[in-house]
């Protein structure tokens, strides 16, 4: 498979359940990887650039809290200097937690997602836009929660549509060099951070102690298509057609991927 042969993706987040899909499904076609996650996900970390070079790629492995951009930055130089090159970025780290209604959520949980999801962001993408040239590609990882409100997600959600903002701005900004930037919005997707018991409680508060299929029902219901979630790759597949030089002229959109959950009536 050859449509991102020999070029260098970084991936934020790369431990998690769509970062380590997205890892893959850039090396099988091709691409090298600096894989980027907290320290504390090491392990985690180490499988990944294992799946990796069992497709035949590089990986480099650094640890950064994207809220530090001297950190995020000697990751991703490091990486650069080992594989030579850097043509893609991955901006996809992300952090949903402490659900509940806007008015009750402490400042604390608003700044941290304010602190990861756009300033991380930002962070990410600025680390790595002086390494890309013509053909360079920037795909953020958003959510639908960026494209309609989420509910009891408003610190969520509200970082996720500023995300589009920074996407869209900096599209104008890159695009006379050659360079792309798009976002990928995914529905709900089978990961860690839904399929755990603080988010099935908050989607069945009928329950005493709902599981995986409790949770599954509810979200059947607000997608279009019969399923409750999609699969990391699916996520990974748009990420993929982003970062490739079949989307060579789409640049500022958003690519929602969420079995309709954002167009049903
Ligand atoms: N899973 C979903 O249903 C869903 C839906 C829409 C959007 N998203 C978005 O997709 C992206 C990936 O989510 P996921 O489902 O794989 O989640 P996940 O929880 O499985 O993985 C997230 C990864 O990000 C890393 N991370 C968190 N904070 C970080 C920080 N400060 N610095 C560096 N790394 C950090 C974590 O260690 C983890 O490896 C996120 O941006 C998320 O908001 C997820």
């Known amino acids: ?29 091709g691409a090298d990887i600096i894989a980027v996650d907290l320290a504390e996900t090491a392990d985690a970390l180490a499988a990944v650039a294992y799946e990796v070079e069992g497709c035949g790629r590089r990986c480099v492995t650094g640890f950064a809290d994207i809220r530090d951009p001297l950190a995020l930055e000697e990751a991703v130089n490091t990486g650069v200097v080992q594989l030579g ?69 408003t610190h969520y959600s509200a970082s996720k549509h500023a995300v589009v903002g920074l996407a869209r701005t900096m599209a104008n900004e ?53 399923v409750p979630w999609v699969e990391p790759v699916d996520i990974s597949n748009a990420v993929l057609f982003l970062a490739s030089d079949e989307s060579r002229y789409v640049t500022g959109i958003e690519l929602v991927v969420d079995a309709g959950l954002t167009q049903k009536v």
Request: proline letters at 5%.
């Open 1 to 29: 498979m050859t449509r991102l042969r020999d070029r260098v993706a970084v991936v934020t987040g790369a431990a998690g359940g769509m970062g380590r899909a997205h890892c893959r499904r850039l090396a099988e076609e």
């Open 85 to 153: 090159r850097l043509d893609i970025v991955v901006a996809n780290a992300g952090v949903y937690a402490d659900l509940g209604p806007a008015w009750e959520l402490s400042d604390e949980s608003w700044q941290r997602a304010l602190d990861i999801n756009l300033t991380g962001v930002w962070h990410t993408v600025r680390a790595g836009a002086g390494h890309l040239g013509a053909g360079g590609s920037i795909v953020i990882v958003g959510s639908t929660n960026g494209v309609k409100g989420g509910a009891r997600a």
């Open 174 to 226: 890159l695009g006379p060099q050659g360079i792309r930037v798009n976002t990928v919005h995914p529905g709900s997707v089978a990961t860690p951070m839904i399929l755990n018991d603080s988010v099935y409680a908050k989607l069945r508060p009928d329950l005493p102690n709902p599981t995986r299929e409790d949770a599954a029902r509810v979200l059947a219901e607000r997608t279009i298509l019969p």
